[in-house]
């Protein structure tokens, strides 16, 4: 079925990097972009960015510009969020969406999550 | 920045008519999406484009837009729409190309 399969927990250390994996299925992986999202523990909903996973054109939130890099895999069908220099307030689940663009922007598809932890 | 407002929390008894809204300066302008977030799950879209349903979510769920604020609607609600409420615009004149409220508690009594 339709459906995006994230990787499992992570813990880090302060000044580490993590990379978080999101595997598409049941539809065709380079017809929409995908957008990574986070939401600290008790906190809102934050967009971290996007990319297209038809020719990977990537815009990211410009606060976490130069720490955060997302990419493709077009031959697995997986996108990844890659965010480096970790502090403890990167400790988040993270999300990745399917976006659907046509006159803006929406997500019809999330994933499970993923937690990341940073702690000492 | 573009910033949406939304209430914290919203209560509502069983049966009842649940109206959230989300803020924003001329977001009758814009496009508003909406999502459900139950605890320890993925948001999950419930409206998109203002008014419009994605297959599967019920009809009791509807949504307006207009002047400075987006309103969504959850009719004879139920005890399994207790969740958080999130609305979202795209704003390509942003630093946040991405826009997302703060978020709505509803609670149904």
């Known amino acids: 079925q339709v459906q995006l399969v994230q990787s499992g927990a992570e813990v880090k250390k302060p000044g580490a990097s993590v990379k978080v994996s999101c595997k598409a299925s049941g539809y065709t992986f380079t017809s929409y972009g995908i957008s990574w999202v986070r939401q600290a523990p008790g906190q809102g909903l934050e967009w971290m960015g996007w990319i297209s996973a038809y020719n990977g054109n990537t815009n990211y939130a410009q606060k976490l510009q130069g720490r955060v890099t997302m990419t493709t895999d077009t031959s697995t069908s997986t996108a990844y969020m890659e965010l480096r220099s970790l502090r403890s307030d990167d400790t988040a689940v993270y999300y990745c969406a399917r976006v659907v663009t046509g006159l803006d922007w929406y997500f019809d598809l999330w994933g499970r999550g993923t937690l990341v932890t940073v702690s000492s | 920045s573009y910033v949406l407002t939304q209430p914290p929390s919203v209560s509502v008894a069983p049966g009842q008519t649940a109206r959230i809204t989300c803020g924003g300066n001329n977001i009758g302008s814009k496009s508003v999406h909406w999502y459900q977030q139950k605890p320890g799950q993925a948001p999950v879209l419930v409206v998109y484009?203002?008014?419009d349903r994605p297959s599967g979510i019920p009809e009791r769920f509807s949504g307006s837009n207009s002047g400075n604020t987006a309103t969504l609607t959850i009719s004879r609600v139920e005890a399994g729409d207790e969740a958080d409420y999130y609305c979202?615009?795209?704003?390509?004149?942003?630093?946040?190309?991405?826009?997302f409220g703060g978020g709505t508690k509803l609670t149904v009594l």
């Open positions: 979202q615009v795209w704003d390509s004149s942003s630093d946040h190309y991405v826009v």
């Open positions: 484009d203002d008014s």
